[in-house]
């Protein structure tokens, strides 16, 4: 239980695009979602932080107008890389409580796949 | 702010080989999290634990709270058991969002 699904699993796209990516939780509430950068051998690093129906929190230097998240469901929550730069390239993962918002010291984390971003 | 340390950053193994990764912080937490990332990227998680030891299958997760300190243990390695091992922790008491390590990249040789 407690699935977290992420799509796409790679994407490729040009200087300027966007980039949508998606997680949704398939059998249970994910009230908050944590997203989530790793560069190549390197550890996550936390971007920001959503919850349904509220404003996602950043983290200090992650630009909210440039990495666009939005929970507007309890199973939805996706994340869009906007105007994508080479720089942007990395891993992108995102996580949820399985218990929901509260209840982590009882149930952990479940994470989605990753999506691996390239920007040419 | 927790600082996360793992050791070793590398480990190659032969097969069937006893496995011990180290994981240190430095704030009191009340749960720290064994994940596995899997060479395309996907991470599990292994274990949470809050105190004592914690066994599934061939892994062993042990944590010393007092000491700020736990290991994970692989029994009877396996070459699937190639992957980056991560432990992780929260930012502190009550705090939802975690510190991680930088892995510890485990290679199994048959």
């Known amino acids: 239980g407690a699935v977290v699904s992420q799509h796409p699993s790679r994407v490729i796209c040009k200087s300027g695009t966007s980039v949508k990516i998606e997680c949704r939780s398939l059998d249970f509430q994910a009230t908050t979602m944590f997203w989530y950068r790793q560069f190549p051998k390197q550890s996550l690093m936390l971007m920001a932080t959503s919850n349904e129906g509220s404003k996602a929190t950043y983290e200090q230097g992650v630009e909210k107008d440039k990495f666009l998240i939005n929970h507007a469901s309890l199973t939805l929550s996706t994340l869009t890389v906007t105007s994508a730069h080479p720089e942007d390239s990395s891993f992108y993962i995102c996580?949820?409580?399985?218990?929901?918002?509260?209840?982590?010291?009882?149930?952990?984390?479940?994470f989605g796949s990753g999506t691996r971003l390239t920007v040419v | 702010k927790n600082e996360v340390e793992q050791s070793p950053q590398n480990l190659t193994a032969q097969e069937g080989e006893f496995i011990t990764i180290n994981c240190s912080y430095s704030?009191?937490?009340?749960?720290l999290h064994w994940l596995q990332q899997h060479p395309g990227g996907g991470i599990v998680s292994l274990f949470m634990?809050?105190?004592g030891k914690k066994k599934h299958g061939r892994l062993i997760a042990t944590i010393n709270i007092q000491e700020k300190h736990s290991s994970l243990h692989i029994t009877a390695s396996h070459p699937r058991d190639s992957a980056v091992y991560i432990c992780a922790v929260p930012r502190g008491f009550g705090n939802e969002k975690l510190t991680f390590g930088t892995g510890t990249r485990l290679t199994i040789i048959p």
């Open positions: 704030v009191g937490i009340s749960a």
């Open positions: 996580s949820a409580p399985k218990g929901g918002q509260g209840y982590l010291a009882h149930y952990g984390y479940t």
């Open positions: 634990l809050s105190s």
